[in-house]
């Protein structure tokens, strides 16, 4: 499967097999989550960024600063650990930024030995609870938040790990529009994504490619989409029963 596709080959293709076939097989599945009912008359979506190990892009930041954009970030140990001002700049905006748990150190929430899009995967529960427990412990120690969300690095989770998850008390931070698909995406395209939306889309980017051109496409969207009267949620202000699956 995931052997054979990059990344953006694979998140672009179509889900053949259906989610109980993917449970059965124990394959790893990429959760969707969307608002339960979103309001009606305008378009609601709620705006996330992963920060993966990696560096702070200020371009998407001082946007959503300077546009008054709320948005979570999900944040890995690591990215916190080497990005000091990049931490304190979204510290300083309490009313933009809130804080979710992608991790200790960014390793995907699947069982067995093999990698995903070239991330060597957690292989056991001890070693997927230690990521979460330990990502966890880093973001309470660097911002005083309380994570109640958790996403997989890649987004990726093995069916039978999701209870263990929701055991620790967290719910699985999926999404239904990955707008800049691992930041691999040239930022027209990025930008087209983001302003296709839909009413209610949980969407991510990433917030940790500095150099990358999917920045400047994530601006761009975020632009598109404020013009068009969007209203921002913050994932980690919402009550878990106004999200569904997709």
């Known amino acids: 499967m995931a052997c054979c596709l990059n990344r953006r080959a694979l998140l672009a293709a179509p ?27 305008g378009r609601s979506v709620v705006l996330t960024f992963d920060a993966c190990p990696g560096a702070f892009d200020m371009r998407i930041a001082a946007t959503l600063v300077e546009r008054r954009i709320p948005a979570t970030i999900f944040v890995t140990g690591l990215w916190l650990s080497w990005n000091r001002q990049g931490l304190a700049y979204f510290l300083a905006h309490p009313d933009i930024f809130g804080f979710e748990n992608h991790g200790a150190r960014h390793i995907p929430a699947i069982l067995g030995k093999r990698t995903i899009f070239g991330l060597p995967v957690a292989g056991d529960l001890p070693a997927i609870d230690a990521e979460i427990t330990q990502g966890q412990a880093a973001i309470t120690a660097a911002t005083g938040a309380t994570p109640r969300w958790y996403r997989s690095a890649a987004g990726y989770y093995t069916p039978s790990v999701i209870p263990e998850i929701h055991r620790l008390g967290f719910g699985i931070g999926g999404y239904s529009l990955s707008a800049d698909v691992g930041a691999s995406l040239p930022a027209a395209a990025v930008a087209g994504r983001m302003a296709a939306a839909r009413n209610g889309d949980v969407i ?9 051109p999917s920045g400047l496409g994530v601006v761009e969207g975020l632009g598109a ?8 949620l913050r994932l980690d202000q919402l009550n878990p029963s106004a999200l569904a699956g997709a």
């Open 15 to 41: 889900v053949f097999l259906p989610l109980a076939a993917a449970q059965a097989a124990d394959a790893p599945i990429e959760p969707r989550l969307r608002l339960a009912s979103p309001p009606s008359g």
């Open 204 to 212: 991510v980017a990433h917030i940790n490619q500095p150099h990358r």
């Open 225 to 232: 989409l404020q013009r068009s009267g969007t209203r921002f």
